[in-house]
């Protein structure tokens, strides 16, 4: 499966910015998709999930200020993130769990995208 992202920045402290993934290869269905971040020095942060079911998942930094939504074209996630302050600086990186015609399970990470919100 490979992830492919965008949207990623600069934006000023209470901006907006939107973040793409898309997802292809043998997939058979896709279980859940997701963002995650990293900064310097910390581990890797979920930040939002979304199940197929459309069963969402947000931490607790983010709640109230980004959304997370499937979209067309069919296996894209969007993270839309709205008031954004400077600490959600970090790279973010997509996520997929899916089952592939072959009958296998994959989780796939994207490449990562910037995000930098300036003071």
């Known amino acids: 499966v490979q992830l492919v992202e965008s949207g990623g920045g600069l934006v000023q402290a209470g901006g907006s910015l939107r973040l793409s993934c898309t997802a292809s290869?043998?997939?058979?269905?896709?279980?859940?998709m997701g963002w995650y971040r990293r900064t310097p020095g910390k581990q890797l942060e979920l930040v939002a999930t979304?199940?197929?079911?459309?069963?969402?998942n947000y931490a607790d930094s983010v709640k109230g200020r980004f959304t997370i939504y499937r979209d067309s074209p069919e296996n894209t996630v969007i993270l839309q993130m709205n008031s954004l302050k400077p600490e959600d600086t970090a790279v973010y990186y997509c996520?997929?769990?899916?089952?592939?015609?072959?009958?296998?399970?994959?989780?796939?990470w994207g490449q990562g995208t910037q995000v930098t919100v300036s003071s």
């Open positions: 979304i199940t197929s079911a459309g069963r969402t």
């Open positions: 996520n997929s769990d899916s089952e592939l015609l072959n009958s296998d399970s994959s989780v796939s």
């Open positions: 290869g043998s997939i058979y269905s896709i279980n859940s």
